[in-house]
């Protein structure tokens, strides 16, 4: 179940990817059940976000006949990782999609322009013959993630896909502004951004809840 709010954003609203979202927004939540819940999102989402996939047939031979069975159709699928959240939606759809090629992109914030500075960015060769999944848990403010899409972009990416866990409308602008090309799929659009550039009401910093740091 999901709502598409436009060409460019599509909510996915399945009554498990709700629950679970409400139980990592609790603050008392552990980092363990965090982590847990992350991952079991991740692959709730990845449901979605793959869900155009090409697909093309296959002669199989069933125990009673041949068929022309429906199966992925070419290079199929890079995941990319921005750093370090990305990597708590990264496991859970790896288990789905164990044959992904897998990226990561580092980018900080300069503390006087504030805007994102890369510090790694180790990318799949082949990204323009592959549907790129960019993960991260948290769209705020957007630059970092259009960023981030900039680099793909740059290494060929052509299909590029963005899930997250929450997302902002300012962050939601930026990238339809940045790139329209990149439909996003997440599992809740908040309310705002706070004057630290947290989501509100969020669940927090993701990075620190899932790897217990502060
Ligand atoms: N990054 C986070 O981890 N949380 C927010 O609320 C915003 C950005």
Redesign the pocket.
Known sequence: MSEQLSEHLTVVTHPLVQHKLTIMRDKDTSTASFRQLLREISQLLAYEVTREMAMTTKRIETPLCEMDAPALAGRKLALVSILR?GNGLLDGILELIPSARVGFVGLYRDEETLQPVQYYCKLPQDLGDRLVIAVD??L??GNSSAAAVDLLKAAGARNIRFLCL?A?PEGVARMKEAHPDVPIVTAALDER?NEK????P????????MFGTR
Not at 197 to 200: E, F, M, N, P, Q
Not at 202 to 209: I, K, S
């Open positions: 959240a848990p948290m705020a403010t929450l902002a951004l550039g947290y989501i509100v969020g669940l927090g910093d993701a990075g620190d809840r």
